[in-house]
């Protein structure tokens, strides 16, 4: 098996539904290869978004923002990233799931996606007006991995991979933006 086959293995297995999600991951080694395959992924995602597909629709402010000097904004962007998987993922999709299960049998696994689905659109409900299809993908699809990432391998995984990915992802957009 490759690697890429065992780090999408967890993630394409059927989600196996918990009491509660967790904060830390019960197999860190399953962990660490979903975050990198993560990470890999959603920096080529974005990277084609905005350089290929939606490059001639992208706001003069956000060419101009990812196309900045790195060193400051790459450590503002990681950190708004963690604030993100504080509201979005340790609180809102936990407190969504934690009110969804209460009505579902038990191994259902509609209460993770809609809790998912619903606490990204509430962190991308901005974006979502002002550029509804590109929003969609940019923001809403991307935020989604990182919901699964929380809840298969623990909040920490998606704590680390997000900000992390600003790492792999800015030096390659403002290269491809300039």
């Known amino acids: 098996m490759s690697f890429a086959q ?3 293995k967890p993630l394409l297995s059927p989600i196996a539904i918990a009491d ?4 830390l991951p019960t197999n860190w080694g399953a962990a660490a290869r979903a975050v990198v395959l993560s990470i890999a992924g959603v920096s080529l995602f974005i990277l084609v978004l905005d350089a290929v597909v939606f490059r001639a629709a992208l706001p003069a402010d956000y060419v101009a923002f990812y196309t900045s000097p790195l060193e400051h904004r790459t450590a503002a ?3 708004g990233s963690l604030m993100e998987e504080v509201k979005y ?3 809102v999709m936990t407190l969504l799931l934690l009110f969804f299960t209460r009505f579902a049998r038990s191994g259902a696994i509609w209460p993770v996606i809609v809790a998912i689905v619903a606490a ?3 962190n991308v409900v901005g974006p979502l007006i002002q550029l509804p299809v590109y929003s969609l993908f940019r ?3 991307v935020g989604c991995v990182w919901g699964l990432l929380y809840w298969r391998h623990g909040w920490a995984a ?3 991979a997000h900000p992390l990915t600003h790492l792999v992802m800015d030096p390659l957009l403002r290269a491809a933006l300039s």
């Open 6 to 8: 065992s780090a999408a």
């Open 20 to 23: 509660q999600p967790r904060f």
């Open 77 to 79: 962007a990681m950190l």
């Open 89 to 91: 993922r340790l609180l």
């Open 120 to 122: 990204q659109f509430v």
């Open 139 to 141: 923001f809403w699809l």
């Open 158 to 160: 998606a704590a680390i």
